[in-house]
């Protein structure tokens, strides 16, 4: 009997004429992908040799792993980079570049000036503001410096 | 040949810099120089992680738009800039929907390949690898894509990332000890 394990999904009862076999295969495909993530701690222990992690990172070459124990690793990971093979040639479908270039804002970006690079106008006011500024600082760094 | 021609920029004549100083001066179409130059890796990243081409584009695209309103924004490289926009709304896209615990309709199911030749093509293992891969944490997962699909260095990862060498280093070799054990009794 087929557990079904998704029993609120809307394909319940949709695969009657399915063999259990199929349907199990398309449910696993059909799941999202976060709802298939599983901690690490509960698949079986495999730890690979240093040796075969250097091959994979380029520091090894393929004569000094393809020996021993390691022979079927490297079977394995060929096999492995095949597949990769045909993920590294996929390309961005064509219509995506015009459909960014439409969803674009048609405003040039903001530019962010940084302050001490804006443009500042001096009112008269704010000359006189500055300007008593700078006396009283005067005036108060000279008594300062004076007083006994 | 005008300053503003695109062709010029394919050859490779004008780095990002120029192009994006053109968009901020107001050539809105230059940014399309950029989305040429950017969106292949960009697109493999965010459908090896997310399994979806059309979440894939969708990503995309909401990463160029952001990236486009931000330009002015931009220190050091465009790409690695704009990369960390792609990733960070991959991992944004993984923790929304988890958390909203969505129902795939047998329409929606994610395929790694856009058009149905593809699909037809599609190898027994290479459906069990997209599996595999589907079935890490996502932070290994995206370690693994960055080495093994993108053939990125540790280096280069730690820089995109933030992160340090060695940190990356234990990530991609967990995901291939991982990957390993789910599929090894099947393919080894």
Redesign the interface.
Known sequence: MHDNLNPGSPRDGRDGHKSGAAKNQRDHEVRPVVEREVPLGQQPERVLASTVHAWLDGELPEAAVRKGETARDVEFWRTVNDQMERARRLRTPEHVEAQIMSALPHHAPAVITPWWRREFVITPMTAVSVAAALITLAVAATVALLSP | MTETDPRTADQGEDTDQLIIQR????N??A??LL??RY??P???HA??M????DVA?DI??LS??KA??????VRGRFDAWVFRIVANGCKDW?KN??RSH?????DD??S?Y?TPEEDLDR?E???D?D?AL?????S?REAFIM?????RS?EEMADLLGTTVGAL?MR???A?????????EK??
Do not use: M, N, W
């Not at chain 2, 080495?147 to 053939?151: D, I, L, Y």
């Open positions: 968009v901020l001066g107001g809105r179409d940014f399309r989305i040429g969106s292949d960009l697109y493999r459908l090896c997310t399994g979806s081409p584009e995309l695209q160029f738009i486009y309103q931000h330009l002015a924004e993984l929907i988890r969505l129902s795939y309709e047998e199911q994610p790694t856009a190898s293992l290479r459906t690898l599996g589907a079935a890490l944490p996502a290994l080495k093994h699909v993108e053939g540790y280093k991609v070799h967990r291939r000890e991982a990957l390993q054990a789910l599929l090894e393919y080894a």
